[in-house]
């Protein structure tokens, strides 16, 4: 008797069996591609609040140039209280938006970034007191973070930590030394004009 249950149970269609698997199946994949279908709205979330980050930061480097620009200078002085007082609205209201992307990071890439960083904020410190040598440094340590063959010597040991970054960072770093160059380079263009107005003002007061 129970030999012809097994027998029985031997010979049943196994049409129930592949239909089950085959329904599993089809259910696996309509979840994956759920799954790939949100991971590239997560993707596209990322990039768009990167966006805003930069933007963010463009808005605020611009607004500080217009407040350091020769223009500034050259106006009278209640016209450029009016200005300066739009200007500082405009940097906090820029300032309160807050725009948090986090970047998942093992133990070296979060040694690395502290490295990068504390070697960026040691240069940052000694800017006004040489701003020359600083851009120099600056410039090798961006010569560091591209591709493409710089046209100035690469801090080769910077260069080492940069690439133990995640991805993300390496390109944070990048557009932190970037902005900070640019910044570099209008401080030292106000420094010429204000010089250059000096020179002007004491001929003038020299001629009279």
């Known amino acids: 008797m129970a030999q012809a249950k097994i027998h029985a149970k031997m010979n049943e269609p196994?049409?129930?069996?592949?239909?089950?698997t085959l329904s599993m199946a089809d259910r696996s994949g309509r979840l994956l591609e759920s799954l790939?279908?949100?991971?590239?709205?997560?993707?596209?979330?990322?990039?768009?609040?990167?966006?805003?980050?930069?933007?963010?930061?463009?808005?605020?480097?611009?607004?500080q140039s217009v407040q350091g620009s020769q223009e500034m200078h050259n106006?009278?002085?209640?016209?450029?209280?009016?200005?300066?007082l739009t200007a500082n609205r405009l940097l906090g209201r820029t300032l309160s938006v807050e725009i948090s992307i986090g970047t998942i990071r093992n133990s070296l890439q979060e040694d690395a970034l502290n490295k990068a960083t504390s070697i960026?904020?040691?240069?940052?410190?000694?800017?006004?007191?040489?701003?020359?040598?600083?851009?120099?440094q600056l410039l090798a340590l961006h010569a560091a973070c591209v591709t493409e063959a710089p046209p100035v010597p690469i801090d080769q040991?910077?260069?080492?930590?940069?690439?133990s970054c995640s991805l993300e960072d390496q390109k944070k770093i990048k557009r932190r030394l970037e902005?900070?160059?640019r910044n570099v380079a209008n401080a030292e263009r106000n420094i010429k004009i204000m010089d250059h107005q000096k020179l002007e003002d004491s001929q003038a007061n020299g001629g009279q």
Request: glycine share 2%.
């Open 75 to 84: 106006i009278c002085a209640g016209e450029k209280e009016e200005l300066n």
């Open 179 to 181: 902005t900070l160059l």
């Open 36 to 63: 790939d279908q949100l991971e590239m709205r997560v993707e596209s979330l990322r990039e768009a609040a990167s966006a805003m980050e930069q933007e963010r930061e463009c808005i605020l480097e611009m607004l």
């Open 157 to 163: 040991k910077f260069q080492a930590i940069v690439i």
């Open 14 to 20: 196994l049409c129930n069996k592949f239909s089950r």
């Open 120 to 136: 960026i904020d040691e240069i940052v410190k000694k800017l006004l007191d040489d701003m020359d040598d600083s851009r120099q």
